[in-house]
């Protein structure tokens, strides 16, 4: 059965993302296990996305990241230009089977009110939604409209209109999990890293906090608002604490960071993440809010370094306390369990990474889902 999807990425960044990027990174992972398994893909995203497909529209030529600190209002604005070209498209073609949509509630809003003769949309939720209600109100579009979460943790704390449009979930995956087992172990350093953008949710305070205590040696890697690197930071005049993640790094974070036990690295990207995530001796996810999905767990695991975590979220679903990683919900017990995570051994980490968390596996549930959206959306 030939299927055509378009995928909605969303006018945020490019696809593959440049180097931080939540929905981009999921996009990019599923894609091309989609396309093996012979799903025509059609890209909404923008002029600078060079994941491969089979077509692609795109109203912006750059990502507009930047303007996500700018007034809510011109976000809203950037967002339905970006969907406004997605309907004009949907309009203007029949051969389009399904959309697959990853754009916050804006988007599903303009989806949603199409029409009967749109086709079924699924919409994958990204977000912790239990504290937004709102973004998701008056969601209809009765049975051509579905939508799937991340992780069972998500859906369950999701407003009650969502969880009732809801066809499951499916669990984010990375293509480090290809083959993860079959990949030789890599001798650990020292570090204990937290991957993640800075910002309260993931508690890189707690981490360097305990870090201190406890004596381990910590790497904070990830950006701090729209600032990827410590000089651009330093750089930056008083108008960038109106960011809430930068007045979190400079009034949690930065009474910890030595330079030496505790250290923040910036962004990193491609070889240089793959490499300081797998020389780790475990990664550390100090949780504040109920983590919805966690790709950057399942790429830990795919590199054969445990997971050391409050158990919040996903975290639970994703990592066997004991087997992956080691698991609590005592912020005071997580500095103990730091320095236990040699017990856990690599080899399991990537043999689990590879039979749940490939893009393959991720495929398979997504294309099961599409079909199960067309049966209803054809059904009389
Ligand atoms: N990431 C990265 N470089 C960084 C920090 C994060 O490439 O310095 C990537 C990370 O490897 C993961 C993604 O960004 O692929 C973050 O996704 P996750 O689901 O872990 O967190 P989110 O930010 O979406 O809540």
Excluded at 81 to 106: K, M, Y
Excluded at 139 to 152: I, T
């Amino acid at each position: 059965m030939s299927l055509t999807v378009l995928m909605n990425a969303g006018p945020w960044l490019s696809v593959p993302p440049p180097g931080y990027g939540g929905i981009e990174n999921v996009v990019a992972t599923l894609v091309p296990a989609l396309r093996r398994l012979g799903v025509r893909v059609v890209l909404a995203s923008v002029g600078s996305s060079t994941l491969p497909v089979d077509e692609r529209i795109s109203v912006f030529a750059d990502g507009q990241f930047a303007a996500l600190q700018r007034p809510y209002n011109q976000v809203c604005g950037i967002s339905q230009a970006h969907l406004a070209g997605v309907v004009r498209e949907l309009h203007a073609r029949d051969d389009i089977d399904l959309v697959h949509d990853h754009v916050e509630a804006v988007g599903l809003a303009t989806l949603t009110a199409m029409g009967p003769d749109a086709p079924p949309v699924l919409h994958t939720l990204h977000w912790d939604l239990a504290k937004h209600p709102e973004l998701y109100g008056g969601l209809d579009g009765g049975d051509r409209v579905r939508v799937n979460g991340v992780s069972a943790a998500q859906l369950a704390r999701a407003p009650k209109a969502l969880r009732e449009h809801s066809v499951g979930h499916v669990h984010l995956a990375t293509p480090l999990a290809i083959d993860a087992h079959r990949r030789p172990g890599v001798a650990k350093g020292e570090h204990v890293l937290v991957l993640g953008r800075i910002t309260p949710g993931k508690g890189q305070d707690l981490a360097a906090r305990l870090a201190q205590r406890v004596g381990f040696p910590l790497v904070l890697a990830g950006p701090v608002g729209p600032y990827h690197r410590p000089a651009d930071l330093a750089a930056a005049g008083d108008d960038a604490r109106l960011n809430p993640d930068v007045r979190f790094f400079h009034d949690e974070v930065a009474r910890y960071v030595d330079g030496d036990r505790v250290r923040w690295v910036g962004t990193v990207a491609g070889r240089d993440r793959d490499e300081l995530l797998a020389g780790a001796r475990a990664t550390l996810f100090p949780l504040r809010w109920e983590e919805p999905g966690g790709t950057a767990v399942v790429e830990s695991l795919a590199l054969g370094t445990p997971v050391v975590a409050i158990a919040r979220g996903c975290l639970p679903e994703l990592v066997e306390h004991g087997r992956t990683g080691l698991l609590t919900a005592d912020e005071e017990e997580l500095g103990d369990l730091v320095l236990a995570a040699d017990l856990v051994e690599p080899d399991e980490c990537r043999r689990e990474a590879a039979a749940r968390f490939t893009p393959a596996v991720m495929a398979r549930r997504y294309v099961a889902l599409y079909d199960q959206l067309r049966r209803r959306s054809t059904a009389p």
